[in-house]
């Protein structure tokens, strides 16, 4: 298929794209690099320098492009941020998202594969968090993103728009060629890496007083690679059951299961690099949960997906060893 990539510049979408080429797939990644890096995309996609909100841009895009499917990435994601900027997201996440949309519909391209987020849950009422439980985000990012899903649902019901909703947890780990690196960096793992390199002075641990095993908060890590494939599998599956609207309109999590505190990553991340990570004790940051940890029964029943990364000492390992050989400097 042909595909455009929005976000295809940044951690996750660089590597979604870079599978999708390794498929088959003809791929065009759409980046305005305000956060994403130019050297991340593969060298077998196209490329264009513009915004998801730019609807002029968009209607030269499809025009030129022919497209059967987009895969959306483009958002602003740090929870703490949205707090401060709340407007931020709701124009960059779920306005521009709607410019998108509109786009898509005027050209007839009715596949979406969409990066939404654990964040739509809010505080979970039970665990591990199924894709019925209530959705109530406690910051402005995860709000933005469920806004984006109840306009996809009325889309799929107006329009016929066959989308994959997916609702990662935290996503983690590197390929051989591709990492994760944020401008500013606020992610836990790289942010240990870094500290581990000597890069920053010590790891800030904002919370030591949640209702967990060791008082920090629990995250659910899942592997990049694993990730990039249940967005393939979403797609085939988009592709093969479009003439049945019923089955067109795709919602999974995306997570390994396993929870682990932000002591327990800079216990591994200290195994795994070798070396004493020094740690910095600081305030809660408001909408932060306590815990969060995905059931991803539903997508390994309904598409068949298996991760093949689920050691958390391995997807450490894996992204030591790509922030050690390109970030040393």
């Known amino acids: 298929m042909r595909v455009l990539v ?27 690099l305000s956060k994403g890096a130019k050297q991340a995309v593969p060298s077998q996609a196209d490329f264009v320098l513009a915004n ?89 990012y995860g709000e933005s993103k469920l806004m984006v899903e109840r306009m996809l649902a009325w889309f799929h019901k107006a329009h016929g728009l066959g989308y994959a909703s997916l609702r990662y947890f935290n996503a983690a780990g590197a390929t051989r060629d591709r990492g994760e690196m944020h401008r500013p960096e ?29 008082g920090t908060c629990i995250r659910d890590y899942i592997h990049i690679d694993d990730l ?21 309109q795709l919602i999974f999590n995306l997570g390994s299961g396993s929870g682990f505190s932000v002591r327990e990553i800079i216990d591994v991340a200290g195994r795994v690099t070798g070396r004493k990570i020094p740690v910095v004790e600081a305030p809660r940051r408001p909408g932060d949960s306590a815990v969060l940890i995905a059931s991803s029964e539903k997508i390994k029943r309904v598409l068949g997906w298996q991760p093949r990364h689920s050691d958390i000492e391995a997807i450490l390992r894996s992204a030591w060893e790509w922030h050690s050989s390109h970030l040393r400097d």
Do not use: C, W
């Open 6 to 32: 929005t976000g295809g510049a940044g951690y996750i979408g660089s590597v979604v794209a870079d599978r999708l080429l390794r498929d088959g797939h003809a791929v065009t990644v759409l980046d305005n």
């Open 186 to 214: 606020t992610h836990l793992i790289p942010l240990v890496l870094q500290a581990a390199l000597g890069q920053r002075e010590a790891i800030s641990i904002y919370g030591i007083d949640y209702p967990t095993k060791d």
């Open 52 to 140: 998801t909100g730019d609807e002029p841009a968009l209607d030269r895009i499809f025009q030129s492009g022919r497209f059967d499917a987009v895969m959306h990435f483009a958002a602003f994601i740090e929870a703490g941020e949205s707090m401060l900027s709340p407007e931020l997201y709701f124009d960059n996440n779920s306005a521009k998202t709607l410019t998108l949309l509109r786009a898509m519909l005027r050209h007839q391209v009715l596949r979406l594969v969409f990066s939404s987020t654990a964040a739509v849950y809010g505080d979970p009422t039970r665990l591990p968090i199924v894709e019925d439980d209530p959705l109530a985000p406690t910051n402005p």
């Open 228 to 248: 990039a494939t249940a967005h393939l599998l979403a797609l085939d599956a988009l592709a093969q059951t479009q003439t049945h609207r019923e089955d067109s």
